[in-house]
């Protein structure tokens, strides 16, 4: 069964993002410093309804999630007549329900309730894990590249 996430998932979302970085390998020392900026970030997109998405639950108890965002891009040759991307983030899905179809559930209900909002051009930052199941629902690779600044250094 798939909810919409809320302002009381604040820890669970939080946890599945740690472990997913955590699963994909970055060092303990690059979580510990995202863990509470992104909780306070998320908190304000959650109480405004910046950040949205799904639960999936079985017999109550959460077992997966997906993150929403619409996100604001000039109108754009894969999107000409849209100011609008949907963003997909941490889709995590806990290890002893994987194989389950859980991913496949939360990014088809994602593709319904961004369609629902009429933002057709979707994006999100794939794992080499989470790759093969973007992929099966056609998801296509893009060239974006990425570069991190060291701010306050001459």
């Given amino acids: 069964m798939l909810r919409p996430v809320t302002l009381e998932d604040l820890d669970l979302i939080s946890r599945h993002r740690d472990a997913m970085f955590r699963e994909a390998g970055r060092a303990d020392a690059d979580l510990a410093a995202?863990?509470?900026?992104?909780?306070?970030?998320?908190?304000?997109?959650?109480?405004?309804?910046?950040?949205?998405?799904?639960?999936?639950?079985?017999?109550g108890v959460p077992i997966g999630g997906i993150g929403l965002m619409a996100i604001d891009w000039p109108p754009h040759p894969a999107h000409p007549l849209q100011s609008r991307r949907g963003y997909v983030l941490n889709l995590y899905v806990e290890p002893a329900h994987r194989g389950q179809g859980v991913a496949?559930?939360?990014?088809?209900?994602?593709?319904a309730e961004f369609a629902r909002r009429g933002i057709?051009?979707?994006?999100?930052?794939?794992?080499?894990?989470?790759?093969?199941?973007?992929?099966?629902?056609?998801?296509?690779?893009?060239?974006?590249?990425?570069?991190?600044?060291?701010?306050?250094?001459?």
């Fill in 120 to 154: 057709a051009f979707l994006v999100l930052h794939a794992t080499e894990a989470g790759r093969p199941v973007y992929e099966k629902l056609g998801w296509m690779q893009t060239p974006e590249m990425a570069k991190t600044l060291a701010l306050g250094e001459t």
């Fill in 104 to 111: 496949r559930e939360l990014l088809q209900a994602a593709e």
């Fill in 34 to 59: 995202m863990a509470e900026p992104f909780r306070t970030w998320l908190a304000v997109r959650l109480a405004d309804g910046g950040y949205f998405g799904f639960i999936a639950e079985q017999s």
